[in-house]
Structures are given as structure tokens and as C-alpha cells.
């Protein structure tokens, strides 16, 4: 395994300082997700020098098994949660509460909206691929495994999810739409060659492209070459051309019917005059069915077989046409039964598969052929190899659709559903900026995924330490733009003991900072009143480490703290009580340091006589007077402090 870390735990070409130093690179597995945590350690190598046992940290790296999405594959994934959450939203108000869901038909429209919105989609984003001439760098998946995506999603659209009151619609024209959307032929340019042919019959591609422009219901295509038969020499075949020109032509569609009884009456009508083309065919004699480049005839009785459903015809003429089994199983829709109902596919794909297999090097022929079988299990087992992106967005609509098991498996504590969104957001955990969209995914997959988010959620870095370091207000928006972002997803999906959590590490980091107004502010936030009071603590600290100078300019900025926690119902008044010393105390110093000592009398005296001063603070306080003792302000002082 190949792991880029950064920082380098060891420049490149210094491996052997590693080994003088006594230490090697170990790292240990995540037991649930893709991540490795690696470290070094003391080499086992007892003939090497040992290192000395230090304070010293040592770099704890989180590294993940995935490669980091790159540019193209981010855009993908950041655009694709939009549909994602819009998916989750529309569970959480009317699927997860209403089990009749699936007799809902508007909620089932704007289900197979969704859906088309992830075809569309990807569509658009690999047909932006394609049309990009210059690539900067290498993509990280190639343009055709996003054709395959969008070919798997449009697929489970079409058997999966058609329009509501449509589901026992025949499924045939629909397939056969898809294959020629996704699996061009016969290709273009071999059709402008043909076209460009005086006398096109004479080139050996001619009936092969005619053939498969039938079956695949490429009317005007069929309709066009079988014209240019006119010029043939045989006159049986103008003859028959003739025949079958306006059967091709008029074959009856279901998408031009209002009924599918007046579909199924027309397409009865249409096949009794392909079988009087038949009888016609079989009175030519045999000494006429060839020219002298081909036997015409049954090339043409090919093209007539399809035409009458025989099945034996259709799959002998797509095994030599090169064809595999989905063109088999769509034009079983279109001539063989033309009222092939979704729920009677499997078994007819079941028939075709055992003299057609899929391709099982081709992971994409093995989604479709288990999605055509309706082996929705096994379809997500090849979608998660092919890409996981595929395989949890799939299983997404599949689990409220209950077209997977939906109980939560006992070793795992996830259902099927979860497994596969769970493993997608794994992956994602590889590029630690999308850490709100793996959140989205994580907290979509019930109480496991709750917990395993909320680890997540509280180990993204703060960015505290940058700052320091920055320059102007915009970066430091955007590192206190990291917590706020922390707590609406929180907010979002109601984690509140998370966001508790990440306030009091927020509060713990900005007091490390010394940056204690906000850690005051966050400790209030979450609710961490001890911490609070240790935080106060410190800033007490300030004044005997830093001097009153810097305990002043530091205390003088929590003063909102004050206000936000007075505000506050219920809590204990010795918070407000130390929070309030702080400040009276730093703006006993502030008059000090200004000179204006009878002010500073005034206040030093409140601290003592309205016990807003901790006893343990009493001996600094009455050293402050001395100084105000030293002024002159003696007679003021103690008539103060007495009365």
C-alpha cells in the first residue's frame, strides 16, 4: 500500500535515518470504516540503536485506503448530496411515517423525480467530460465509467420506478429506448457509408446493418435501405420490399395508443400480415432467393422472423450480429410479447442468460443483468465495486421502495440500506474538506451512523491554531466560520449532545489560546459550567502570571459573557458571582493604572463589602491598597471601608 502523507513522516531518499534513528512507520486499521492511524514507533530491530524515552509529541497521521476524490470526482459528489437531502427530507415528512407510502402516487411522482433528476445529472456531467478536448490532468475515473453510471441509473429508473398507475405497463419499447440511448448500433458512420453506395445490397455489411436497424426500431433507418432494394435485379424482392416496407414502418407503438387494449388489437392485427408475408416469401423459388453477392432471401427471412416473435430466429441472429443478452431481452418486449410485463422479465432474462451470459469481467453488464432479474441484492454487490457512489445512491431508493430487506441485521446493527451509504460515506472520509457532506450521509443511517458521524463531527480540525497567523478579518471569519458551520449541522440534524461537545473542545482550544472571551462564550454554549469556572480561573491566573496590565486587557473582553450568561434561566448564581468578580476586579485595575486612585478606592472597597471578592482573593486585594495607601487616599479608604 502507497500512502502520501503531509507532512512527510520521512523525506524521500531519507529512509535510512529513519532506521539509524531506531524507528519505523507502524499503523493500525480503523475495526469500522477505511482509515489507518499511522505513527511511529520504536523499531523491533534489537541490533539497532534504541531512542530515548521523551515528552517529545509524535505525529499521529489519519490516513484513508481510498485515494482523495481529485477536482472532477469532488464537483460529482457536491452536486449529487443536493438530490441526496432533498431525497431525505421528503422521507422524513411522508415515507418513514406512512407505511401505505407506496399507494401514494404523488409522493411516488416526486420519488421518480428525484430519481430522473440523478440520471439527468449524470448525464449532463459525463457529456461535459466527453466534451472537454484538453484534460489538464488525468481523471481520476475515466469518461465511460460515468457513461456506465448514468446506463445502471437510467436502467433501475425504467424497471424500478415507472410512472405511477403505469407499473403493468408493457416495459418493451421502454428497454429498447434505453439500449439505443446507451448502446449505439448500428453505428452512424457505417450507416453515411452505405447511404453513399449506388447498389449498397452489394457490401457484405449491407443486410447485417438492415437487420439490426429492425431490431433495434430504427424505422426510418430500415424503411430507407429497404427502399434502395428498388434497384435490386430480383423481382421477387422488389416485390416483397414493398410488402414489408409499410409493415416496418406501421408496427404498432404503445406510446400511440390511449388503451393497451387497442394496442394489443392492433399489434394482432399487424403480426397476421407479417405471417401472410411469410406465405409469400416461401413461394419464391428456391433458384430465385440469391444474387450474386448474398442468399437475399434468407437474409430477408431473417428480418421477417424477427418481425413474427420467433425466438429461435431472434437470439441465432443476435449471437451473429454480435449482440449480447440485453438486446436479446429488449426485443423480446418489442416482437416476441409485446405486452411483457415488469414483474414476467426476470424469467425471460432467466431463459436468455442461460445461452447469453453476462460479461462477469464487465461490472457494469453484471448490474444490468441483475437489475433485469430483479436481484436487487445482488445489483448493489456489483454497483458497490463498480462505485459506491452508484451502489448507496441506488440502495437510497431502494430501501423505502422495499426493494431490498429492510431489518436491521444483528451483527452489524445496520440494514442493508445503511451498509452501502455507510460504506460510500467511509470513502468520502478520505478528503476531510467534505466532511458535511459525509455527515449527511452518516446521520441518514440510524444509530450507528449517528455515532459514528458524531465521532467525525467532533474531530474536525478547528483550525485554531491558524489564528494566530491571520493576517486579516476574512481569515478569521473562516476559522470561526468552521464552528458555526459545526453547530448548524448540529442544529440540522439534531445533535445535541455533539454540539455540546464540540463547544467545550472549542472552549478548552481558545483558552489554550488564551483567547478567553470566547472561550467563556462556548463554555456557556455548551453548558459546561465547570469548565466555565476553570476557564475563569485562568484569566484570575493571567493577573498573577501576567501582571494587571494583561489582566485587564484580557478581561475587558468577556464583558458580553457576562450578559449572555445573565441571561440564562436557572443557573447557578457562583458562576455569575466569579464572572462578575473578574470584571470589577480588572476594572479596579484599569482606574489604577490611569491614576485615578479615589475611583479605584470606590471599587476595591465594593468588591470587599458586597462579598463579590472570594475569600481566597482577600490577601491580594488588600496588597492592591497599599499603593492607594502610598497616594494619600489613606482617610478615604478606611472611612469606606468601615462605613
Not at 440520471?119 to 457513461?147: C, G, K, M
Amino acid at each position: 500500500m502507497h500512502l502520501n502523507l503531509v507532512p512527510p513522516v520521512v523525506e524521500a531518499g531519507h529512509v535510512e535515518d529513519l532506521v539509524k534513528a531506531g524507528e519505523t512507520i507502524s499503523a493500525s486499521c480503523s475495526p469500522v470504516g477505511n482509515s489507518l492511524a499511522v505513527f511511529l514507533t520504536t523499531s523491533s530491530d534489537a541490533h539497532g540503536p534504541r531512542k530515548e524515552n521523551t515528552d517529545e509529541e509524535i505525529p499521529l497521521y489519519f490516513a484513508s485506503t481510498d485515494a482523495a476524490p481529485t477536482s472532477e470526482r469532488r464537483l460529482f459528489i457536491t452536486d449529487t448530496i443536493v438530490i441526496f437531502s432533498t431525497f431525505q427530507s421528503l422521507y422524513q415528512s411522508r415515507i418513514a411515517t406512512n407505511s401505505q407510502w407506496l399507494q401514494d402516487t404523488e409522493t411516488l411522482s416526486i420519488v421518480r423525480k428525484l430519481s430522473i433528476d440523478y440520471v439527468n445529472f449524470i448525464r449532463e456531467y459525463w457529456t461535459n467530460l466527453s466534451d472537454r478536448t484538453a484534460v489538464a490532468s488525468p481523471l481520476q475515473f475515466t469518461i465511460d465509467h460515468y457513461r456506465s453510471l448514468f446506463s445502471c441509473f437510467s436502467l433501475f429508473v425504467i424497471l424500478f420506478l415507472p410512472e405511477p398507475d403505469y407499473e403493468d405497463a408493457p416495459v418493451g419499447e421502454e428497454l429498447m429506448e434505453w439500449l439505443n440511448i446507451h448502446f449505439i448500433e448500428p453505428s452512424t458512420e457505417e450507416g453515411d457509408h452505405l447511404s453513399s453506395l449506388d447498389r449498397p445490397w452489394e457490401d457484405e455489411n449491407f443486410w447485417s446493418y438492415l437487420t439490426r436497424a429492425t431490431i433495434r426500431g430504427l424505422t426510418k433507418a430500415s424503411v430507407f435501405f429497404l427502399k434502395s432494394l428498388a434497384d435490386h435485379p430480383s423481382e421477387h424482392l422488389h416485390d416483397l420490399t414493398q410488402v414489408i416496407i409499410p409493415l416496418i414502418d406501421g408496427q404498432p407503438r404503445l406510446q400511440n395508443f390511449n388503451a393497451e387494449r387497442d394496442f394489443a388489437f392492433a399489434s394482432r392485427r399487424w403480426r397476421e400480415k407479417v405471417h401472410s408475408l411469410r406465405v409469400e416469401m416461401d413461394r419464391v423459388p428456391e433458384e430465385d432467393r440469391q444474387d450474386d453477392f448474398d442468399n437475399w432471401w434468407d437474409r430477408l427471412s431473417d428480418i421477417v422472423g424477427i418481425l413474427e416473435g420467433r425466438v429461435d430466429v431472434l437470439k441465432r441472429v443476435c449471437e451473429e450480429l454480435g449482440s449480447d443478452w440485453k438486446e436479446v431481452c429488449a426485443a423480446w418486449g418489442v416482437f416476441v410479447d409485446t405486452r411483457l410485463r415488469r414483474q414476467d422479465l426476470p424469467d425471460i432474462v432467466a431463459e436468455v442468460l442461460e445461452s447469453m451470459p453476462p460479461d462477469p469481467t464487465v461490472l457494469e453488464d453484471m448490474v444490468h443483468s441483475a437489475l433485469f432479474s430483479a436481484q436487487t441484492d445482488q445489483a448493489l454487490s456489483y454497483a458497490s465495486q463498480l462505485d459506491r457512489w452508484l451502489a448507496a445512491h441506488l440502495a437510497d431508493l431502494m430501501g423505502p421502495l422495499s426493494l431490498i430487506e429492510t431489518d436491521v441485521e444483528e451483527e452489524s446493527e445496520l440494514s442493508k440500506r445503511d451498509q452501502h451509504v455507510l460504506a460510500y460515506a467511509e470513502y468520502l472520509l478520505s478528503d476531510p474538506t467534505l466532511w458535511r457532506i459525509t455527515l449527511a450521509y452518516m446521520y441518514s443511517c440510524g444509530n450507528v451512523g449517528k455515532e459514528r458521524g458524531d465521532e467525525v463531527l467532533m474531530r474536525v480540525p478547528l483550525r485554531l491554531q491558524e489564528q494566530k497567523v491571520a493576517e486579516n478579518q476574512g481569515e478569521m471569519e473562516g476559522i470561526v466560520g468552521t464552528l458555526r458551520d459545526l453547530n448548524q449541522v448540529c442544529f440540522e440534524f439534531q445533535r445535541e449532545a455533539a454540539r455540546r461537545a464540540i463547544c467545550r473542545i472549542a472552549a478548552q482550544s481558545f483558552a489554550n489560546e488564551k483567547d478567553y472571551a470566547l472561550a467563556i462564550s462556548y463554555s456557556i454554549s455548551a453548558e459546561d459550567w465547570f469548565g466555565l469556572g476553570r476557564i475563569i480561573d485562568r484569566l484570575l491566573e493571567e493577573y498573577i502570571l501576567s501582571g494587571p496590565q494583561v489582566f485587564a486587557r484580557f478581561a475587558s473582553e468577556i464583558a458580553p459573557s457576562l450578559r449572555e450568561i445573565g441571561a440564562r434561566t436557572g443557573l447557578q448564581g457562583v458562576f455569575i458571582h466569579r464572572l462578575m468578580f473578574v470584571l470589577r476586579y480588572s476594572q479596579f485595575h484599569r482606574l489604577r493604572l490611569q491614576h485615578e486612585y479615589r475611583d479605584a478606592a470606590s471599587d476595591l472597597v465594593v468588591l470587599f463589602r458586597d462579598d463579590v471578592a472570594p475569600k481566597s482573593w482577600w490577601v491580594i486585594l488588600l496588597c492592591d491598597s497599599v499603593e492607594l495607601l502610598q497616594h494619600g487616599t489613606l482617610k478615604i479608604f478606611l472611612f469606606r471601608l468601615l462605613n
